[in-house]
């Protein structure tokens, strides 16, 4: 069993700048990808970024590439977005997600991970 803590989340500023870290602990566990999902009130679950734990390629959502970037420490088994730039419509609660998938093509599906975060909340003020 994994547990994954989110922490990083608040209040930030139109084009300031956040980074949200994802601890992972319990049992030693042999995951394929990480990612962000994030979900605001009224809105279902929304991928964010991606990436693979031992290349380190990544994936992002229209709507923040250029601005999102999303790294790991394999050695420290956290998981981070960087948050540049944000706007008040990234206002959200932000997930950490930990699969075993093993295809690319899937990371962008909420459904096809298997470890979860408690969530942590993010907002965003013009």
């Known amino acids: 069993q994994v547990q994954l803590v989110e922490s990083g989340g608040g209040l930030v500023q139109a084009g300031g700048s956040l980074r949200l870290s994802c601890a992972a602990s319990g049992r030693t566990f042999r995951w394929n990808f990480m990612g962000w999902f994030r979900q605001a009130p009224g809105k279902e679950r929304e991928f964010v970024a991606a990436?693979?734990?031992?290349?380190?390629?990544?994936y992002y959502a229209d709507s923040v590439k250029g601005r999102f970037t999303i790294s790991r420490d394999n050695a420290k088994n956290t998981l981070y977005l960087q948050m540049n730039s944000p706007k008040p419509e990234d206002t959200a609660v932000y997930y950490c997600?930990?699969?075993?998938?093993?295809?690319?093509?899937?990371?962008?599906?909420?459904?096809?991970?298997?470890?979860w975060g408690q969530g942590t909340q993010v907002t965003v003020s013009s």
């Open positions: 997600a930990a699969a075993s998938i093993t295809t690319a093509q899937a990371v962008r599906f909420a459904g096809k991970y298997d470890y």
């Open positions: 990436i693979s734990w031992r290349g380190g390629s990544t």
